[in-house]
């Protein structure tokens, strides 16, 4: 909780100008959060900002249903890593998880991770989407397509990070070096700080300055 601003991602996923994006990683830098994540459009300008501070430029993929191809995902990562994204969030695709169809999942979260080329992936599985068995089969298709993280929510569906949801990810993670976001409806202090407790090692939040000062 001593470095409670370097779980965050500050994060600004709607159409934003320029001036927004900039004041974003400026803010960052000011806090020590962990990244920005952004949409992929301003991803150069967020590395260009950034430059020589240690925030990391995030963005995300297949954003926000995962129903793009595999092949949309994968030219998606590369071309944000080639554009400078040192972590990608990708959505899994949702219509197959909810059909049971995991190694399609499985398949495709490793077509993102090998087209990450070594940027950090972390793997949306929208768990307000998922039942809690559901939930753990995500996770472990995460675990054999060798992703860095499982994320909750993309914040923009029926609903985001839960509490209980954290401790099912954390307790289908553990032992495996994958590390859980939650994201979603995070807007204060005693919210962030539950889902730190329930196993979060990186928060995806809007208020994040809101959220360190109310600390």
Not at 145 to 173: P, Q
Request: hydrophobic share 40%; net charge positive.
């Amino acid at each position: 909780m001593n470095n409670f601003a370097s779980l965050i991602d500050h994060t600004l996923l709607k159409p934003s100008t320029k001036k927004q994006i900039i004041a974003l990683c400026e803010e960052a830098v000011d806090y020590g959060f962990a990244s920005v994540c952004i949409l992929p459009d301003y991803v150069k300008l967020a590395k260009k900002t950034l430059e020589g501070s240690n925030v990391k430029v995030c963005t995300v993929i297949g954003f926000p249903l995962g129903e793009n191809t595999t092949q949309t995902k994968v030219f998606e990562t590369k071309n944000a890593v080639k554009n400078g994204a040192d972590e990608v969030d990708m959505v899994i695709n949702l219509s197959w998880a909810k059909g049971n169809e995991w190694k399609k999942v499985t398949k495709e979260i490793a077509a993102v991770v090998k087209a990450a080329n070594g940027a950090l992936v972390k793997v949306i599985i929208e768990t307000c989407l998922l039942d809690s068995k559901k939930i753990v089969k995500a996770c472990a298709a995460c675990v054999e397509a060798k992703a860095n993280c499982v994320k909750t929510s993309t914040g923009f569906s029926t609903g985001g990070a839960r509490v209980e949801d954290v401790k099912i990810m954390a307790e289908a993670l553990t032992g495996t070096g994958l590390f859980i976001k939650a994201s979603g409806g995070i807007r204060d202090y005693a919210t962030a700080e539950a889902m730190v407790n329930a196993g979060a090692k990186r928060l995806g939040t809007s208020s994040g300055i809101k959220i360190v000062e109310q600390k």
